[in-house]
């Protein structure tokens, strides 16, 4: 640059010196040919000023956009000193900080402030992040109500639809150990579930100094007090399998009072006996054990199969362990070929279980080789599993065999419905 302004300078003074050079030796001459000297000092002057300007303006472009790049850089490294600075002096409580907010927005997007950027985010992106995060909550909210609508509205439909299959009197009843949560024995006690039976056949097989129980199985438990204890296993089984003369709730009457075609149940209690001493019911109630003879039908009867015998009778005509369902899976169980037929014709509604039976999978799957199915699992008459949950795998699986889950609970469904 200062090459430039050094030949500028000279440039000027050769112009000037030039120039009256030129005044002094036309002062003698004619006025035509001082006219022509002065228009060739105004040409060369014009030449000479437009390579000065020229010289000039370059100059000022690279001056100027060297002026502009050094102020964008400076502002730069102040914005990275005091981020820098920032971030030294609170880094945890800006972390916590961004974990709470995107936690805030991944559980109900209620932001009660802009959201905190992590480090590295430039200041540019700020602003645009910053009005983004107040408009979230306002369109996840929007979102979330059309959501529950959509959601309301189905649920609403299939409960008229499960409504409509129940008062059919084509569909049939299939009840689990949650069927009978409300149940309670002779002494006023629950049923147990399956944990706490595991607890009382442990003493039963070892005794009361075996101490506390460990990871074995109710099936393993059962087969070792089956051999070892079959007297304490019976009375056990008529203590706490027996439903008691308390007063149950209504609902087990509007359960059993549906005009289902047949019942089967996987429970070993006698439910359905301290209902119909209890309630009056428009059907009489027979209990059938799939383990004992087979009962000839009665149209005057509803019909409760239990499909893993009946407590009462031989304690070896109630399946829990696990050599007992291994000899029903190698023999031929009419109860269970009368079940997989019945799935395969007519709509269920599934209660208190999620169907994880490998003996009803069994004969499911041999009643599909029987029709000739070409699809791994049957598709069956649209039928209803109700769950307070269900895992989302297992949902898979029965929506293939048509089976759709309606999330609920025993006390509840049928009311609604």
Known sequence: MLCLIEQHGALCNQLVTKSRDVAIAGADADVAQQARDVDAVIEAEQRGAIRALAVDHAVEQRVAHAGEHRSDRVAEQHAERLLASDERLE??????????????????????????????VQPCVALALRELATQLPTEAKQMRHVQVRMHRACREVMESELSRVIASGDAMLFTGAGFSVDARDAAGEPLPDSRGMA????????????????????????????????????????????????????????????????????????????????????????SVSAIGGAAAPDPRTLDVVHLNGLVGGDVTEVTFSTLQYAARLCGRDRAYEQLAVDLTQAPFVFVGTTLDEVTLWKHLEVQRQKTG????????????????????????????????WVRGTVDSVLTRS
Not at 94 to 118: I, K, M, S
Not at 238 to 246: Q, S
């Open 373 to 404: 199915g070409r699809h791994r699992a049957p598709a069956l008459p649209r039928s209803f599993l109700i769950s307070r949950s269900l895992p989302r795998a297992r949902q898979v699986l029965l929506a293939t065999c048509n089976i759709e």
């Open 91 to 120: 880094p945890r409580a800006h972390a916590v900080g961004v974990r709470r907010d995107r936690t805030q927005r991944e559980r109900g997007w209620n932001l009660t402030e802009p959201p905190r950027l992590a480090s590295g």
């Open 199 to 286: 607890r009382d056949l442990w003493r039963i097989a070892f005794g009361d100094d075996a101490g506390e129980p460990d990871e074995s199985t109710l099936a393993d438990l059962y087969d070792v007090a089956l051999a070892h204890a079959p007297e304490q296993l019976a009375a056990y089984l008529a203590r706490r399998l027996r439903v008691g003369d308390g007063r149950l709730p209504p609902y087990y009457a509007a359960w059993f009072a549906a005009p289902w075609r047949r019942i089967y149940t996987l429970n070993v209690d006698d439910l359905e006996r301290a209902v119909q001493a209890q309630f009056e019911l428009p059907r009489p109630l027979r």
